[in-house]
């Protein structure tokens, strides 16, 4: 299975895990984690598709250290091309209002030659603590704790169907309530 094909599965996964409303039935950390991951995607999209990236690097190479996202680590790999090239596309298609202009890694927050480990992660631009905590939580739990990233992938692209149905929802029903005034038509 290609990389557009692992992305397009764990969005039908995630389909069905928002349909069948199975959120519940995650490891409470994974889901803590994610949740607020999401929670703050507003100002920190490249955050969610550099994780995204990351799952998906680490289900077609297995044996990757995807804390290791940049070709001058040793044992390092390129994100950005992978983002460039499959996450974004596929977060324009699926995620619009989430997705980046060109890569999750042009931001300062991931470009930078910062492994993304506990030890090394702690230097990350990213301006809340919590936020990179929950980030690096994702990776620790993905290497060192072996947890699946199909797993991840499609909880994180659940929590995004679920957050871009409820954007919809608010927009249709602004749309509904102005149309009285004759405003969004």
Same mark, same amino acid.
């Given at each position: 299975?290609?990389?557009?094909?692992?992305?397009?599965?764990?969005?039908?996964?995630?389909?069905?895990?928002?349909?069948?409303?199975?959120?519940?039935?995650?490891?409470?950390?994974?889901?803590?984690?994610?949740?607020?991951?999401?929670?703050?995607?507003?100002?920190?999209?490249?955050?969610?598709?550099?994780?995204?990236?990351?799952?998906?690097?680490?289900?077609?190479?297995?044996?990757?250290?995807?804390?290791?996202?940049?070709?001058?680590?040793?044992?390092?790999?390129?994100?950005?091309?992978?983002?460039?090239?499959?996450?974004?596309?596929?977060? *324009?298609?699926?995620?619009?209002?989430?997705?980046?202009?060109?890569?999750?890694?042009?931001?300062?927050?991931?470009?930078?030659?910062?492994?993304?480990?506990?030890?090394?992660?702690?230097?990350?631009?990213?301006?809340? *603590?919590?936020?990179?905590?929950?980030?690096?939580?994702?990776?620790?739990?993905?290497?060192?704790?072996?947890?699946?990233?199909?797993?991840?992938?499609?909880?994180?692209?659940?929590?995004?169907?679920?957050?871009?149905?409820?954007?919809?929802?608010?927009?249709?029903?602004?749309?509904?309530?102005?149309?009285?005034?004759?405003?969004?038509?």
């Amino acid at each position: 299975m290609n990389e557009k094909e692992i992305l397009e599965r764990a969005y039908l996964e995630a389909q069905k895990i928002v349909s069948e409303n199975s959120f519940r039935e995650f490891d409470t950390s994974l889901c803590e984690n994610v949740d607020f991951l999401i929670d703050k995607i507003g100002s920190n999209k490249s955050i969610v598709s550099a994780l995204a990236t990351s799952l998906l690097k680490k289900i077609t190479n297995p044996e990757q250290d995807i804390r290791l996202h940049r070709t001058d680590f040793e044992n390092g790999y390129s994100a950005r091309s992978l983002d460039t090239k499959v996450v974004t596309p596929f977060f *324009k298609r699926h995620f619009p209002k989430y997705a980046n202009k060109e890569s999750a890694f042009l931001t300062l927050s991931t470009r930078e030659r910062i492994k993304w480990n506990k030890n090394e992660g702690k230097n990350l631009k990213i301006r809340s *603590k919590a936020l990179k905590r929950s980030f690096l939580n994702v990776f620790e739990q993905i290497e060192d704790g072996n947890a699946n990233p199909r797993v991840y992938l499609n909880y994180l692209f659940a929590k995004l169907q679920a957050l871009s149905s409820k954007d919809e929802l608010i927009f249709q029903l602004a749309k509904k309530q102005s149309g009285r005034s004759g405003v969004l038509k």
